[in-house]
Nanobody, 129 residues
Framework: QVQLVESGGGLVQAGDSLRLSCAAS????????MGWFRQAPGKEREFVAT???????????YYTDSVKDRFTISRNNARNMLYLQMNSLKPEDTAVYSC???????????????????WGQGTQVTVSA
């Protein structure tokens, strides 16, 4: 059974940076698609970014428009870790951020959240104005 545990959230001011981490255990997720989603109070869960296995040690990344050029998703397969570097944070980035994993699949574009099998508990990110 795969387990995902996020860390790195916190309270920051607008313009600050945070780095979220997601530790995976249970099996290697080298070829799985791994991503970050977020949910703000009173809002639906929203896709943030994902990294998808394309070929040997080659991955394609996807971002929602609101975080492009500010957030960077990365992974360390040797450590079974997923990261989200968040720069220039804005109050509207405030949410619970969760990492998720989905089995490898040939897919065009952004996979919907319901295709992700494994989820972490989430870590709170709060950005004050």
């Amino acid at each position: 059974q795969v387990q995902l545990v996020e860390s790195g959230g916190g309270l920051v001011q607008a313009g600050d940076s945070l780095r979220l981490s997601c530790a995976a255990s249970g099996r290697t997720l080298r070829s799985d698609e791994m991503g970050w989603f977020r949910q703000a109070p009173g809002k639906e869960r929203e896709f943030v970014a994902t990294t998808r296995w394309i070929a040997c040690n080659s991955y394609r990344t996807y971002y929602t428009d609101s975080v492009k050029d500010r957030f960077t998703i990365s992974r360390n397969n040797a450590r079974n870790m997923l990261y989200l570097q968040m720069n220039s944070l804005k109050p509207e980035d405030t949410a619970v951020y969760s990492c998720a994993a989905a089995s490898r699949k040939t897919y065009s574009g952004i996979r919907p959240a319901d295709e992700f099998t494994y989820w972490g508990q989430g870590t709170q990110v709060t950005v004050s104005a």
